[in-house]
């Protein structure tokens, strides 16, 4: 198995640039701009990583970065990659890219009075939030129009916006387009260890490590709910989330999937987080030696399992995750999500996900991308009027976005019978 290293300096390099997003910039950081009138970007400096290099041929990157320029102002700009061409947002444009004042979280996390009336502010915010995004939308434009295989998106995102980017509104003439209904989009996070953390890695190869599922279900979710993976497939499942644990640990064990159903808490510092109860500073202590050794699927489906937490007291801006924990043990793709997410649907969409891999694989991307666009065509025209059922059409849509991938774009997910 090779890994696809799609970062790093190029051959002729000589001056490598700092590839971390999490590194904030100053304002006054020279970086390249596309001059007017080029497609898709300008071709990639001498003094910049070739992102792109390695990629699909139908895949692009955005890069999001924070820039500390005004204390207390948090601000991001853009980057994208594609075939060996970068393109940069400018000065003018990133006066826009502040921290949205309103976040998907607090609609999601509303009380059951207000949850319908909460999603809908939402979901007209993001659409507002999205017309103002001109310069990427342009950028996505060129590539849908110029390029007509493009598809496919890579979005490296370690900052504390909290923006969904899979919710961003695209125009393409009289069609509107939500990005992570229309397109494949993939997700990816700083690997905090010392050969990956500057680098986007993964492996591309099918993903067949044999049909054994570790797993724990959360009791109480799967009494409230009634659906667990084992009337689907054979699983070997652990009373508990520190079993589990205690055997990833194991260097012999072999799994082809991980999969871990319960309570996710999403909290501001490394002890407040948790996984099953689990504080996200206790997983620092594990080794999870049977991931190396399998190369397994990890299915976080637990609220928050890839939300980002910054922690003040670590001094960094650094994105820390559950998900980013298991993909540095050598997980070889997880599948995790942004925030809160209902019970009964999560259940669900795991089922549908073990099915599809046991009768001859599955690319995660797309099968998300399907679930996004499935949850889309119950949306309303418009939102002068709704009622109760559009209401809900527009808070499930905005539920399917939160589950993300974190992977290689081409990797098949291949659940063989158990040995």
Not at 109 to 116: M, N, S
């Amino acid at each position: 198995m090779t890994t696809n290293r799609v970062a790093g300096a190029l051959k002729a390099m000589t001056a490598p640039a700092p590839l971390a997003p999490v590194a904030a910039e100053r304002a006054a950081e020279a970086r390249p701009a596309a001059p007017p009138g080029d497609e898709i970007g300008i071709a990639v400096p001498a003094a910049v990583p070739d992102l792109s290099e390695r990629l699909p041929e139908d895949v692009a990157l955005l890069k999001v970065i924070a820039v500390d320029d005004v204390p207390g102002r948090y601000r991001f700009r853009l980057e994208g990659y594609f075939r060996g061409r970068v393109w940069s947002t400018d000065e003018s444009d990133e006066s826009a890219h502040l921290r949205p004042g309103l976040t998907i979280d607090d609609a999601l996390e509303a009380g059951d009075d207000t949850a319908l009336d909460a999603a809908v502010d939402y979901y007209e915010f993001i659409m507002a939030w999205s017309s103002t995004k001109h310069a990427l939308r342009e950028w996505l434009t060129r590539l849908h129009r110029t390029v007509g295989t493009f598809h496919r998106l890579i979005i490296w995102d370690d900052t504390d916006t909290g923006i969904p980017w899979e919710l961003l509104r695209l125009t393409f003439g009289d069609e509107h387009l939500w990005l992570g209904a229309d397109f494949e989009v993939t997700r990816w996070t700083t690997i905090h260890d010392t050969g990956r953390h500057h680098q986007f890695s993964a492996m591309d190869e099918q993903v067949r490590s044999g049909g054994e599922i570790l797993c724990y279900e959360d009791r109480d979710l799967v009494s409230r709910a009634g659906l667990s993976i084992s009337s689907v497939a054979a699983c070997s499942s652990r009373e508990t989330l520190v079993a589990l644990l205690r055997d990833l640990d194991l260097e012999e064990q072999r799994y082809g999937l991980v999969y871990v159903r319960a309570h996710g808490e999403y909290g501001a510092d490394l002890r407040s987080a948790k996984l099953g109860g689990i504080p996200l500073s206790r997983f620092e202590t594990l080794r999870l030696r049977a991931m190396r050794a399998s190369g397994s699927v990890v299915m976080l489906n637990a609220c928050n399992s890839a939300r980002p937490v910054f922690d003040p007291a670590m001094g960094d801006r650094a994105n820390r995750n559950f998900a980013e924990v298991f993909l540095r043990r050598h997980a070889r793709a997880v599948l995790a999500t942004m925030g809160e997410v209902p019970t009964g649907s999560s259940a669900a969409l795991a089922r549908r996900l073990i099915v599809l891999a046991r009768s001859g694989g599955v690319r995660i991307p797309e099968f998300l991308r399907q679930h996004r666009a499935g949850s889309a065509r119950g949306l309303p025209a418009d939102t002068l009027t709704l009622d109760p059922e559009q209401r809900e059409a527009i808070r499930d849509f905005l539920y399917a976005s939160r589950y993300v991938y974190f992977g290689h774009p081409d990797a098949v997910f291949v659940l063989g019978e158990p040995s």
